[in-house]
């Protein structure tokens, strides 16, 4: 069973950065990407991109580049996002998600990033 787990809540003031942990398990690490999505009540949805555990390889939405990077350790099966230059409009649930070879999708519980001074 594919299985997702991040990390607990955050909460960061202005100007700082955060790092999302997803451990993964129930499947092999490097056969599926593994996509980073946030959701705002305001915003919606938003895709924020993914990373190739197999080599690292990345992509970002235009919109976030410069300010978040994917990285992903085989080791312990696990991919991160770290986000700098945090702003209150980053307030939002984090979620890390795969898809499969029968195109299911499996997530992340979400983790609350809240920015406020």
């Known amino acids: 069973e594919v299985q997702l787990v991040q990390s607990g809540d955050e909460l960061r003031t202005p100007g700082a950065s955060v790092k999302i942990s997803c451990e993964t398990s129930?499947?092999?690490?490097?056969?599926?990407?593994i996509d980073w999505v946030r959701h705002d009540p305001g915003q919606g949805l938003e895709w924020m991109g993914q990373?190739?555990?197999?080599?690292?390889?990345?992509k970002y939405a235009q919109k976030f580049q410069g300010r978040v990077t994917f990285t992903a350790d085989a080791s312990t099966r696990t991919a991160y996002v770290h986000l700098n230059s945090l702003k209150p409009e980053d307030t939002a649930v984090y979620y890390c998600?795969?898809?499969?070879?029968?195109?299911?999708?499996?997530w992340g519980r979400g983790t609350q990033v809240t920015v406020s001074s």
């Open positions: 998600n795969v898809e499969d070879i029968y195109t299911r999708r499996f």
């Open positions: 129930g499947y092999t690490f490097t056969d599926y990407y």
């Open positions: 990373i190739d555990p197999e080599d690292g390889s990345t």
